[in-house]
């Protein structure tokens, strides 16, 4: 699979290789995080979201790590499909009711 | 469809022109939120109801826009004397909560392109 270790703006990966998007947020006491998939003309779609008290959460072929220590977030998505290319939002809730989003990786499926 | 609804999906005004936005969030959630999205960023925070109760207003939230959620349930979002750097993504969200925080996942809709020319 293709992994980042920092956060860039754009990730091509091969069709059904491992994806792993980064994201580093700015709050330290930040302590929820989600996931949103953007695909073009739409709303955001939650993914998955995780709680600081979590280190590691999985769902349907995704996974949610949170490195609080050096405040960073990925997402890892198993076995790439092309449906799956859009553009991912990690968000971090504020200690309060907002979410604060993060820049973004257009991700690009290759068949 | 019981997700968050927004209308209409796409709105082009000439400048100057007042446009309303309207949000259904879905139908047991008592918190819903107004967020602004322009090309190649993330949204922004423009605003929060719990229930019929406005509690927070972003600093983007100039004196031109104006939200509603009157009885708790819809919400509008009106923008007066439009300009062109108005022209953006609005994304509505709702969510359940009781409590100060942030308690479960917020839903968005699809949004209201607005254009302004």
């Known amino acids: 699979g293709e992994s980042v270790g920092l956060h860039l703006p754009t990730l091509s990966v091969q069709e059904g290789d491992n994806s792993i998007i980064n994201c580093a947020y700015s709050?330290?006491?930040?302590?929820?995080f989600i996931w949103y998939k953007q695909e073009s003309g739409k709303g955001p779609q939650f993914i998955i979201d995780?709680?600081?008290?979590?280190d590691k959460r999985q769902g349907q072929r995704v996974t949610v790590l949170l490195n609080k220590t050096v405040k960073h977030l990925s997402l890892q998505i198993a076995a790439t499909q092309p449906g799956d290319s859009a553009v991912y939002f990690c968000?971090?809730?504020?200690?309060?009711?907002?979410?604060?989003f993060g820049a973004g990786t257009t991700v690009t499926v290759r068949a | 469809d019981t997700g968050v609804s927004q209308n209409p999906r796409h709105k082009i005004t000439k400048r100057g022109q007042n446009v309303t936005f309207r949000c259904d969030p879905i139908s047991e959630h008592n918190r819903l939120y107004w967020y602004r999205q322009t090309l190649g960023q993330g949204p922004e925070f423009l605003t929060y109801?719990?229930?019929?109760?406005?509690?927070?207003k972003s600093r983007l939230l100039s004196d031109r826009f104006s939200a509603e959620r009157p009885k708790g349930s819809f919400s509008t979002l009106e923008i007066q004397r439009t300009e062109q750097g108005d022209s953006a993504m609005y994304l509505c969200?709702?969510?359940?909560?009781?409590?100060?925080?942030?308690?479960?996942?917020?839903?968005f809709g699809q949004g209201t392109r607005l254009t302004v020319v």
């Open positions: 709050n330290s006491a930040s302590d929820y």
């Open positions: 109801f719990q229930n019929e109760a406005q509690l927070e």
């Open positions: 968000a971090e809730n504020l200690a309060d009711y907002k979410l604060s």
């Open positions: 969200a709702s969510s359940q909560g009781q409590g100060a925080r942030l308690d479960t996942e917020a839903f």
């Open positions: 995780i709680r600081s008290n979590m």
